[in-house]
């Protein structure tokens, strides 16, 4: 990751393998509130939310607890136990609508679930396990018997969701909590939801009144704002007098009072978190944050300064472009910001990022195909460059869609079949496939006898993702060089990730393939892997556990996703995840490892 990108703090998996291995304790909630409100999240609007195709194996006899799927009359998902209803196994996402299947986690003890929930990584790098992230967290699911307080795990829930920017997703699963499943820790989840999408009314009626007390002096906080809202000055100085030591810590807060109240105090420049109450609080004095504070935030805030309209556009589409990495918006929001100007006047400040709209804005703006085919190119060199490939070729789809397959040069044509894989745009795929094709009719011997190279290498991806198209595999015409293209020496393992895959798709690859890779020669490829976690992904796979293994798999390969994971992990999770039935997901995160290392 380059400079000119914002940075978003990482999450560490701590103490993880010890973990799975122990059973861990269950994070308290905060302290109980001196007196009852009404609880939140009952009003928040109803947002729609992508969903992933659904590949489900068959399931172990359900339990003895039961969960009902349906649809209300405005197509929502109840979820409700015979005899109570149980907060945890809440969800949004049935069977039928991309869910993992009510039992995904039978057979998992309720302590191993919270575990696994608590070390889910966020990662930035893989829209297939956002979307693998997104079903295990949203499918409606009964929890195992024993769970101490199932508050916890949908409190578990909420939090990663929020960690993942999926503030939409994350409101509707509030919104579907029962009043007597509401905790203080969930009052606080709702209420923060309804600040990121400026929800204030909604949010100031359930902070008033509140005797709840927390660490950070959140409700005192939020009682503040919301005098301040409603011209209350006086009561909100009184408030913001009242704040213990620790609230007072939070010299953001103060700066911004300060400026909601006419006054001009210089902003901190300090690495504090930016929080949804000071998402709320700058909204509210029109003050836009600094590049060291957006540094500071995290995918939530940043969706929400991307859904903010009276932002300024080049705040929005930093912000955009950040969330779009994460799956929580989609790419009509950024096209839309390009469209009105982001980064027209100043597109030095952040290199990448503002080449990219820049040459989004000229691709747009040109009807000449092999001109928009250049630009095109160049927005995912610079997306390449900048460590959001996959983002880029999200944000420059529909450019791809709307240009006439042709002769492009070998680079563009590959590219343009591998990113059509990835989104599964099958008509572009077919078109591609046989662009590609066509390069080994053109030129002289040279060129030939390269484009004779690219088509093997667009066969491997067309196979690794499973596509009907021309490309079959054929032991007898493989060749092992085709794969030993780049100048890194460790590229030379691909090749072996290739063979490996088509093993686990029962593809026949005879030894001798094997021998060939290693007469290539074989330098040993760094990539993370861990021995625990794949050893319980392992069991887990074999008992049939549907939710444990996708949970396992996504901390297998981690934040930094399939294409940095060793070739043993990527394939111990492929095998995995394909023994429970999800095929078509494994070959996903195939394809994306095979373009990431270059295949």
Aim: charged share 20%; net charge negative; aromatic share 6%.
């Amino acid at each position: 990751m380059i400079s000119s990108r914002i940075s978003i703090p990482r999450w560490i998996v701590g103490g993880f393998f010890a973990a799975l291995v122990l059973s861990s304790s269950v994070v308290q909630a905060q302290d109980k509130p001196r007196s009852l409100v009404p609880p939140l999240g009952q009003s928040t609007t109803t947002q729609q939310a992508e969903t992933a195709p659904a590949s489900n194996p068959t399931l172990a006899p359900p339990s003895e607890k039961k969960v009902i799927e349906g649809t209300r009359i405005d197509g929502s998902v109840i979820v409700q136990s015979l005899g109570g209803l149980d907060p945890a196994s809440i969800g949004t996402l049935t069977t039928a609508s991309g869910g993992l299947g009510p039992e995904m986690w039978n057979g998992t003890a309720p302590e191993r679930v919270i575990t696994l929930l608590q070390n889910l990584p966020v990662s930035s790098t893989s829209p297939e396990m956002q979307r693998l992230f997104r079903r295990l967290l949203l499918t409606a699911a009964v929890i195992p018997q024993g769970t101490e307080n199932p508050t916890d795990l949908i409190r578990l829930r909420l939090e990663k969701l929020v960690e993942a920017g999926l503030v939409t997703d994350a409101s509707e699963l509030v919104r579907r909590m029962p009043a007597s499943g509401m905790t203080p820790a969930l009052d606080r989840i709702a209420v923060e939801l309804m600040l990121l999408q400026g929800q204030n009314d909604q949010a100031c009626r359930a902070v008033e009144g509140q005797q709840q007390t927390s660490v950070d002096g959140f409700w005192a906080k939020a009682d503040i704002y919301c005098n301040l809202v409603t011209g209350n000055t006086a009561r909100a100085e009184l408030g913001l007098n009242l704040l213990d030591e620790t609230a007072g810590d939070d010299a953001l807060f103060f700066a911004l009072f300060d400026r909601v109240a006419g006054g001009a105090t210089p902003l901190p420049e300090t690495d504090q978190e930016l929080t949804p109450l000071h998402f709320a609080m700058l909204k509210l004095s029109r003050v836009s944050p600094s590049l060291s504070a957006i540094e500071n935030a995290g995918h939530a805030f940043l969706w929400a300064l991307a859904m903010d309209e009276a932002a300024n556009v080049d705040d929005r589409y930093v912000a955009a472009y950040e969330s779009l990495t994460m799956g929580s918006v989609a790419p009509d929001l950024l096209r839309r910001l390009i469209n009105q100007g982001a980064f027209r006047n100043n597109a030095d400040e952040r290199t990448e990022l503002a080449q990219i709209a820049t040459l989004y804005r000229e691709a747009v703006g040109t009807d000449a195909d092999l001109e928009k085919a250049r630009l095109i190119g160049e927005i995912w060199a610079a997306g390449e460059r900048d460590g959001s490939y996959f983002t880029a070729s999200r944000l420059s789809l529909l450019l791809l869609t709307n240009l006439t397959p042709a002769e492009y040069g070998d680079k563009f044509e590959l590219d343009a079949l591998r990113l059509s894989l990835l989104s599964k745009s099958e008509v572009e795929i077919t078109n591609w496939e046989r662009a590609v094709r066509r390069g080994a009719l053109r030129g002289n011997f040279e060129e030939r006898d390269a484009a004779r190279k690219q088509i093997a290498r667009a066969d491997a991806y067309m196979i690794i993702s499973g596509t009907t198209g021309i490309a079959k595999w054929n032991a007898a015409n493989f060749d092992v060089a085709v794969f030993n293209h780049g100048e890194d020496a460790a590229q030379s393992e691909n090749v072996g990730m290739y063979l490996d895959i088509l093993e686990l798709f029962a593809e026949p690859v005879p030894d001798k393939l094997w021998a060939d890779a290693l007469a290539l020669g074989q330098v040993p490829r760094f990539g993370l892997s861990n021995q625990v976690i794949e050893r319980n992904l392992g069991r887990a796979a074999d008992a049939g556990l549907v939710g444990e293994t996708i949970a396992l798999s996504l901390a297998a390969l981690g934040e930094e996703g399939p294409g940095l994971a060793s070739t043993e992990t990527l394939v111990s999770v492929l095998t995995a995840l394909q023994k429970i039935g999800l095929t078509e997901d494994a070959r996903q995160l195939a394809l994306e490892a095979a373009i990431t290392r270059n295949l």
